[in-house]
């Protein structure tokens, strides 16, 4: 792999500011080392996430992990759960692997693997730490409308324009 090529930007720098709030996790920490378990090569399990302060008006999330640092244009999806209620404040470990343990109305999306539910990291073997960003995005609706056909890009562009806050936990992996 080529390690001097760019580092991608933060994917959420470059959009309209709103509040954070506070996004914890039981597996990883930010800026750590992302677990073998969260990862292809251990298993792929989902990591446990759990938040909280965030907006009164809030009245949904979309949960979400991205690489910016994947080898192509787009970054690489590894997981979007969409139309999480407001009262959902935490997914438990392996809650990514199935609609049927997410609450109301809630649903994966495809990732760009083409599994619905949560890929495990696997950068290419050689190259740079890979940024995982999971982000947690409170929305000023319980319904962005989307199902699980569409892409982790349009529920990202779609959720753009409801988001009223954000959290964010991003470790890092590299094989």
């Known amino acids: 792999m080529d390690l001097t090529r760019p580092v991608a930007p933060d994917p959420y720098a470059s959009l309209p500011p709103v509040p954070s709030f506070s996004l914890t996790s039981d597996d990883m920490v930010d800026g750590g080392t992302l677990p073998l378990l969260h990862t292809a090569d251990g298993g792929g399990t989902s990591p446990h996430l759990a938040w909280s302060g965030f907006p009164a008006e809030t009245q949904g999330f979309v949960v979400s992990c991205f690489d910016p640092d994947a080898p192509t244009p787009a970054g690489y999806w590894h997981w979007t759960v969409v139309d999480l209620p407001a009262t959902t404040t935490s997914l438990e470990q392996g809650d990514g692997e199935s609609d049927l343990m997410l609450s109301g109305a809630a649903f994966?999306?495809?990732?760009?693997?083409?599994?619905?539910?949560?890929?495990?990291a696997a950068p290419p073997a050689g190259d740079r730490p890979h940024r995982y960003v999971f982000a947690v995005h409170a929305l000023d609706v319980d319904t962005l409308g989307l199902d699980p056909e569409d892409s982790p890009t349009k529920v990202a562009f779609t959720a753009l324009f409801h988001t009223i806050a954000r959290a964010v936990l991003t470790p890092t992996f590299a094989r």
């Open 108 to 120: 994966h999306v495809r990732a760009d693997g083409g599994t619905f539910g949560y890929e495990g």
